[in-house]
């Protein structure tokens, strides 16, 4: 009966422990960091030709309140069409991104 009783005790112990630490990894912090690629303000009559094409043929009653640019040389462009603004990118080469 001893017997019994110490090795209930070291099997409960055991498992105890390992609780211990699989609650211990749990509970560690990660840290991600998400870079926010900067914009810089343009005027929109430095759109190049292309991303104003694509923007023409996409959306043809759009008129461009504000643009942007990246060091990716990818366009930001605020976009009104009717009573509804937007928010588009495209590349240099006038292809949409989604982002």
Known sequence: ???LILSAAIVLGSLTAIN???QTETTATTTEQTTQEQYTEIKSEDVPTAV???L???YPDALVSK???N???EY???ITVKDQSATVFAD???NWLKK
């Open 1 to 3: 009966m001893k017997k």
């Open 20 to 22: 211990a630490q699989t």
């Open 52 to 54: 104003t094409e694509a």
């Open 56 to 58: 023409k043929k996409d």
């Open 67 to 69: 643009a942007y640019v």
């Open 71 to 73: 060091d990716k040389k």
């Open 76 to 78: 930001k462009l605020e």
């Open 92 to 94: 240099v080469d006038g």
